[in-house]
């Protein structure tokens, strides 16, 4: 592979990918200011790569964000009991996940690896096993692996209002974690992926990766299945006070990506489930995640009178209407249903498509106090559920933004 100028690896990650010259499996690992996690993720996965993938030179690749907490540090310390090669390096261009996956990608191409895991590097349930179920489907005419975990009932509010509803609805397969982060991907697509003009855009070097990932491998028709994995532990953000950047890169990329590939969804009806591969065993109840309804509620009431008049001009009257009046709703009578919800996702991403270059951070912004309503309401809803009947509740709006599909299509 010839490096160019918006080569993601570093002369450092060059130096130590020629040493190890070649491979069959590769594990990439982002990372920014993790050490007190990285090296459980590369245990584990060094650990599933000796178990299930011994009869195959494989590399761990932890691509770094310049870390100041000794991330990079820590890793380089380790002395692993298993033949894999280690290759701790920073990565090069816009600070972000994805730029990290892109120097990934480029190693495994360098390498002439056969398939590509990736997990993140906040990790605490990893397990030898999670790597064998990304992998294995990926060395078998399958081009992407997405995760299926059990989460909290407020872990992945973006996931669950946002990008899983929208990718099931417009491709018509069911994929429950299209942003989860752990990923198998077959050399294949991810050759496909690095020749993305999509890559130019800022919201994909970062958290914008995971949906680009996802969207391209359907959209490019390449076989999708899901692994079982069990609960996921990680470093959970809440949805006021960490996630604003997140949902910001994330939506941009997806409504980018809907964008680009509207040639292919458009065609597409119904809904269908996709299969999970591993077995399904029961792993317990998730860690419990804390949600405070009050501040998504202020947050709200002051989202929405700086973003009144977008508002005013992307909604209609109706939904504009329904939306300021809960600005003005206690915490016990909330209420922004399904419905409602779905059909503003789609009038946004459809003015995301018609606005102005310069209107779009703002058209984000004032998107995501819409969507810190619709959780704000939905937490108020589940309360007193548990974690299953929550999940019915998540599968019944996939169905209603399946149903509105042709709305969407009208305004799109």
């Given at each position: 592979?010839?490096?160019?100028?918006?080569?993601?690896?570093?002369?450092?990650?060059?130096?130590?990918?020629?040493?190890?010259?070649?491979?069959?499996?590769?594990?990439?690992?982002p990372s920014c200011n993790n050490a007190h996690t990285v090296n459980y993720v590369v245990y584990q996965s060094a650990k599933g790569l000796r178990n299930h993938f011994s009869n195959m030179k494989a590399a761990i690749f932890v691509s770094d964000g310049n870390s100041t907490d000794g991330t990079l540090e820590t890793v380089k310390a380790m002395?692993?009991?298993?033949?894999?090669?280690?290759?701790?390096a920073t990565y090069m261009g816009v600070s972000g996940k994805g730029s990290a996956v892109k120097a990934i990608f480029e190693a495994a191409k360098f390498l002439e690896v056969k398939a590509v895991a990736l997990v993140d590097s906040d990790l605490r349930s990893i397990s030898p096993e999670w790597i064998t179920q990304l992998i294995s489907p990926t060395l078998?005419?399958?081009?992407?692996?997405?995760?299926?975990?059990?989460?909290?009932?407020?872990?992945?509010?973006?996931?669950?209002?946002?990008?899983?509803?929208?990718?099931?609805s417009l491709y018509g397969k069911k994929i429950r974690q299209p942003?989860?982060?752990?990923?198998?991907?077959?050399?294949?697509?991810?050759?496909?992926?690095?020749?993305?003009?999509?890559w130019q855009m800022r919201y994909v070097r970062r958290f914008g990766i995971d949906i680009f990932e996802t969207h391209t491998a359907l959209a490019k028709n390449f076989n999708v299945?899901?692994?079982?994995?069990?609960?996921?532990?990680?470093e959970v953000k809440d949805p006021y006070k960490h996630l604003a950047p997140m949902f910001r890169q994330v939506t941009a990329s997806l409504f980018t990506c809907i964008?680009?590939?509207?040639?292919?969804?458009?065609k597409i009806r119904g809904c269908r489930e996709v299969e999970i591969v591993g077995e399904q065993t029961y792993a317990g109840e998730p860690e419990i995640i804390r949600v405070d309804l009050k501040s998504l509620m202020t947050a709200y009431k002051e989202g929405f009178d700086e973003n009144k008049r977008i508002y005013q001009v992307v909604l209609r009257k109706d939904l504009f209407?329904?939306?300021?009046?809960?600005?003005?709703?206690?915490?016990?009578?909330?209420?922004?249903?399904?419905?409602?919800w779905a059909k503003i996702v789609y009038m946004f991403?459809?003015?995301?498509?018609?606005?102005?270059?310069?209107?779009?951070?703002?058209?984000?912004?004032?998107?995501?106090?819409?969507?810190?309503?619709?959780?704000?309401?939905?937490?108020?809803?589940?309360?007193?559920?548990?974690?299953?009947?929550?999940?019915?509740?998540?599968?019944?709006?996939?169905?209603?933004?399946?149903?509105?599909?042709?709305?969407?299509?009208?305004?799109?």
């Open positions: 592979m010839k490096k160019n100028a918006s080569c993601a690896l570093s002369p450092q990650a060059w130096k130590q990918l020629k040493k190890v010259r070649t491979a069959d499996v590769l594990v990439g690992i002395h692993l009991p298993f033949q894999v090669s280690l290759i701790p078998n005419s399958t081009g992407l692996v997405t995760p299926f975990y059990v989460r909290h009932k407020y872990d992945g509010t973006i996931t669950n209002f946002l990008c899983y509803p929208v990718t099931s942003i989860g982060g752990d990923f198998g991907l077959s050399i294949e697509l991810v050759k496909e992926l690095l020749e993305s003009p999509l299945k899901q692994a079982f994995l069990g609960k996921k532990v990680h964008e680009r590939y509207e040639k292919v969804w458009n209407k329904e939306v300021k009046a809960l600005r003005k709703l206690k915490e016990i009578e909330l209420a922004f249903s399904v419905e409602t991403c459809a003015s995301f498509k018609n606005g102005k270059r310069f209107e779009k951070e703002r058209l984000l912004d004032a998107f995501r106090i819409l969507w810190i309503g619709r959780v704000a309401t939905f937490v108020k809803e589940t309360l007193e559920l548990d974690t299953m009947n929550v999940e019915r509740k998540i599968e019944e709006e996939v169905r209603i933004f399946e149903r509105l599909k042709p709305y969407f299509l009208n305004i799109f």
